[in-house]
Every structure is written in structure tokens, then in C-alpha cells.
């Protein structure tokens, strides 16, 4: 038997536009010689879909746009599909057996993920039966996602007859994941006995990434089938005496190309699924916007990104060099404002108000202020979405202006430390030489005082990044950091820092999780918080 695995890039809400996408797989997968297709969890609404679910509405429109998907399902092969399902007032994450143009069975998702980015418990009841089904003499269970994560829903529908089990899932992306995934849905094996086929779902959805990176394990443990990370993808299973024949796997990734590949794909689905016609960005000549210009325009192409300088009297004249190097290497429509007339503009009025006080972060600010007031004009002016260039490092700790380089409406590198924004530079180089050397070379700068270096304000990159994924990502306290070699004084700065810059990462746009613990969904600290971590 032939199994296609339908690795879809859904839309939430586009009911019409991800059955199209389901339509065409069944089509694709019939003629390929596929008696069953399995799709993502979910994948008829797209995931998630968040506070849509409360909404009778949709629901109302996600069972009709099922009805459709049972009728026009094509003949000679069955279909698994995850959607919405709503039954006697109760709201459930469902997937459904299509075959012979009738919705045949139902499986309700029994465990609700309610941590990290997940709020399942939000919107679902848990199910709490098994769901078999026969087809071609082999007996298939169906879960949904979270149902492998722990022991349980797998053994039931191996208790129910299941010989398969056929996992539907929408399991977004971070660093690792898919190693977690393998150790989980072995545990699954190791318990039940039988093998595993595990669908996943690809695309970007607002600040989560999915990879996709679905495959599956015989009854041993091994893995026999994996398909492409980052991309959809139509694969297959064959199943001999209910046993998946191995196949040649798409080999691993460096974690480098990971996630430039998350970050790329990203970039891609907000701009588009949200109509965009292209983006922008301010350059300064340093790393973080070079970068993000690279990411956008490989998401995108060149003709749909525009890149701003804006120097000021405080701008080297290397940083506007390498700036129309790297503009000139990537091919994009580069254009270069000078701010001096403006924040001179603004000193005179303010002269007043500020006599006798002493230059500092308040006239740094201003000019940030003024770059991002100008690429929001344009952005006005042309539709294009504005780019923020900003580091996880800076966001943890407050290096960002609020309504300065802050201002935009999608933060590409917010999950990406200072420490692999540099690693990113030099993947990206070798893949196709783009970014000047001296870019990733020279320190880095804000260059909004003269002689400013960041290193005047911050701790080394290599130790902030170590203490903040250790607070953030992994939840350590400052004993446990200092235990770790980092120095008390240090510890305490940038955790007191991290907690005092929360009023400002709330006001930040929205950006792409690539860790186990962004600054969005699973990062929810109280901005008025008078709470300080014990030393």
C-alpha cells in the first residue's frame, strides 16, 4: 500500500485556499498511485487559528468547508484531514476519514497543549476515545500532535486494533526540534510496538515557523522515510505487511541553514500571506541590518526590497560604503537620506528645554526616531512593510528605542542572538559571497555619539548571550547562571535589565521564533512587576 504524506503550507482562516491545496494533493497523490492521504493537524483552517475558535461562525464555515472537501475528494483514495470539529456545544481539535465522498469517522485530539506558544486549553475539550480505521487490510490509528508527546492516546488505539499510527501535526519550529521529535515519537514505538507516519505542517503563521520535516519510524524505532525541511512537499510511504519500506532520506541540515531556512520562509509568508507588495529597511553598515537585508531579499527577491541609509554626522564614512556594497552585491533599490538637517531641526526647537543638560541618550534617541518617522513615510507611501533589524540580544535588554529602530511591523532577527546573527553572516557568505567583510569584521556600533562602540553599554555578546538564554530559553535563575562561571556583578546587571525592558518588548512588532523561548507567544513577564530575582 501507498501512503502520500501531504506536507501543506496552510493559511489560517483561507478555508477555500487550503482545501484548494488539500484538493490538489489528493489529485497528485491518486495519481502517484497513493490510496491514502494524510495532511497536517488542522490543516483545513490552518493553525492556529487562535481566538477564530471562539467564533460560531467559523466553525460553522469550517463544517461546510469539510462537507465540500468530502464531495469533490476524489475517487480511489482516502483522506485524512485535520480540522475544527464542534458537537453538542463542545469545540474539539479533530481529524476526520474522508472516503468514498463521506466523512466516515472522527478522532477528537486528547492532550491540549497549554505551555509555550500553545493555548489549546483555550479553545478544545479533549477527546477520549480511540480512532481505527481499516483500509486495504491494514488497520490504522489516528492522533493529533500533542497525543505522542506522552504515553497514552498511542497505546489506546494500539489496545483499538491500530497496526499503523498515522500522527497529524502542527509542530512549529525551534532549534533541535526535530531530534526531540525523533526521541518522542520513538518512545510512542517503543511502548506500542507499531510503526509510526508523522505529517507536519510547513510555513510561516505570524511569529511561529513550521518545517515541516516529516517521516516516519518502523516498529524498531529507526527511521525510514524523512522529507525536506522548509518547504511543502507531497511524500510517500509504501507499507509492506503494515511495516513502511525504508527510502532514501533527505539528509540533515548545519543549524546554520536551518534557520536562515526558517528566517527565509518567514519572511516569505508574512509578506505574502498578509499582501504586501515588497518590504524596506533602514542600513546602518553594520551586521544585524546586513543580515536581514540578505534574509529578505532571498525571501523575496530583490525587485520587492528596498534598503534605506539615513547617516548622520556621527556615520563612518566605511559604514556608508559597506551599506552601498552590500546593497549593490544583493541587487536591491538603495536610497540614502541624511538625517543631520533634521536632528539639527530638532536640537533648535528643543534648544530651550535642554539648555544647560548634558548630551545623552535623549539626543541618541531623536535620531533614531527620525530614521524610523522616514522609513515609516515610506512605508505609508508605498505599502511596503517596514523590516526592524534588532537582535534577541539588544530586545532582552533594552538596547532598541521605542518608535526608533524599533519602529516596523516585522522584527526578522528578534529571536537570533548577536553571537548567531554573525554565524548567520558567514553561512550566508558561503553560500553566495553578499555581505562586505568588514561588516562582520568591525565592531559593531550605533554609531549615534562619536566613537560609540556597544561593548561601552554592554557586556561582551559571548557572555550576554550565554546569561540570556540561560535566564530566557532555559529558565535558570541567577544562582544557577553564576554557577555556570559568569560573573555575580555581571548576572545581575543583565538580568535587572531584562526585567525592567519589558514595557519595551511589548510594543515591539511581531518576529520569527526560532528558539524554545521567543520574546512573544511563550515569553508573557507582567510589565509593572516589582519582583527582583534573588542573587
Known amino acids: 500500500m501507498k501512503i502520500a504524506i501531504a506536507q501543506l503550507n496552510c493559511t489560517v482562516g483561507d478555508l477555500e485556499g487550503n482545501a484548494r491545496l488539500i484538493l490538489e494533493s489528493c489529485r497528485r497523490a491518486a495519481a502517484g498511485g497513493a490510496t491514502l492521504a494524510v495532511t497536517p493537524e488542522l490543516a483545513l483552517c490552518g493553525y492556529p487559528p487562535e481566538d477564530l475558535l471562539l467564533r460560531d461562525s467559523f466553525h460553522a464555515s469550517c463544517r461546510a468547508a469539510l462537507q465540500d472537501l468530502a464531495r469533490q475528494c476524489p475517487a480511489g483514495i482516502a483522506l485524512v484531514v485535520g480540522h475544527p470539529h464542534e458537537a453538542d456545544g463542545k469545540r474539539y481539535n479533530a481529524a476526520s476519514l474522508i472516503r468514498d465522498g463521506q466523512v466516515a469517522c472522527t478522532y477528537l485530539k486528547h492532550r491540549l497543549p497549554n505551555y509555550t506558544v500553545f493555548d489549546e486549553d483555550r479553545y478544545f475539550e479533549p477527546g477520549s476515545r480511540p480512532c481505527v480505521f481499516e483500509h486495504q487490510g491494514v488497520r490504522f490509528g489516528v492522533n493529533i500532535c500533542a497525543d505522542v508527546w506522552e504515553a497514552g492516546p498511542a497505546t489506546m488505539a494500539r489496545d ?35 510503526p509510526a507516519i508523522y505529517a507536519n505542517m510547513v510555513g510561516g503563521q505570524d511569529e511561529l515557523v513550521f518545517d515541516g520535516a516529516s517521516f516516519a519510524v518502523d516498529g524498531q524505532g529507526s527511521v525510514t522515510h524523512q522529507f525536506p525541511l522548509f518547504e511543502e512537499a507531497l511524500g510517500w510511504v509504501t507499507l509492506e505487511q503494515a511495516s513502511p519500506v525504508p527510502a532514501p532520506l533527505t539528509p540533515p541540515q548545519i543549524l546554520e541553514a536551518e534557520v536562515y531556512q526558517a528566517l ?5 509568508d508574512y509578506i505574502g500571506k498578509n499582501g504586501f507588495p515588497g ?10 541590518s546586513a543580515v536581514t537585508l540578505a534574509i529578505a531579499v532571498d525571501a523575496l527577491g530583490p525587485e520587492r526590497v528596498r534598503a534605506v541609509m539615513m547617516p548622520s554626522q556621527y556615520t563612518a564614512d566605511m559604514s556608508l560604503e ?11 533599490r538603495y536610497t540614502e537620506i541624511p538625517i543631520k538637517p533634521m536632528f539639527d531641526a530638532f536640537l533648535t526647537a528643543l534648544a530651550g528645554e535642554f539648555d544647560g543638560l548634558p548630551f545623552d541618550t535623549t539626543e541618541e534617541n531623536i535620531q533614531s526616531r527620525i530614521r524610523g518617522t522616514l522609513l515609516m513615510a515610506l512605508s505609508n507611501k508605498y505599502g511596503s512593510i517596514v523590516l526592524t533589524t534588532g537582535n534577541k540580544s539588544e530586545m532582552s535588554v533594552g538596547y532598541a ?44 556600533s550605533a554609531e549615534l555619539r562619536p566613537n560609540q562602540k556597544d561593548q561601552d553599554s554592554l557586556p561582551p555578546y559571548d557572555i550576554l548571550d550565554g546569561i540570556v538564554e540561560a535566564f530566557v530559553e532555559q529558565d535558570k535563575s541567577p544562582q544557577e547562571i553564576i554557577a555556570m562561571g559568569y560573573a555575580r556583578g555581571t548576572v545581575e546587571r543583565v538580568v535587572k535589565l531584562i526585567t525592567l525592558s519589558e514595557y519595551k518588548r511589548r510594543q515591539a512588532p511581531a518576529g520569527i521564533r526560532i528558539t524554545p523561548r521567543g520574546f512573544g507567544k511563550d515569553w508573557r513577564y507582567p510589565i509593572t512587576n516589582k519582583y527582583r530575582h534573588p542573587l
Open 160 to 194: 483499538a486494533g491500530a497496526q499503523v499510527l498515522l500522527v497529524l501535526n502542527a509542530s512549529p519550529y525551534h532549534m533541535t526540534k526535530q531530534a526531540t521529535r525523533y526521541d518522542v515519537v520513538r518512545e510512542r514505538v517503543k511502548e506500542t510496538g507499531i
Open 264 to 268: 527565509t520562509l518567514g519572511v516569505r
Open 279 to 288: 518590504a524596506l529597511l533602514g542600513l546602518s553598515g553594520g551586521i544585524d
Open 322 to 332: 559597506d551599506a552601498r556594497g552590500l546593497a549593490e552585491n544583493l541587487g536591491v
Open 401 to 444: 528605542t521605542l518608535y526608533g529602530d524599533m519602529a516596523g511591523g516585522f522584527a526578522v532577527i528578534k529571536d537570533i542572538s548577536k553571537t548567531l546573527v554573525y554565524r548567520l553572516a558567514h553561512y550566508r557568505n558561503g553560500v553566495a559571497p553578499a555581505i562586505p567583510e568588514r561588516i562582520i569584521t568591525r565592531a559593531p
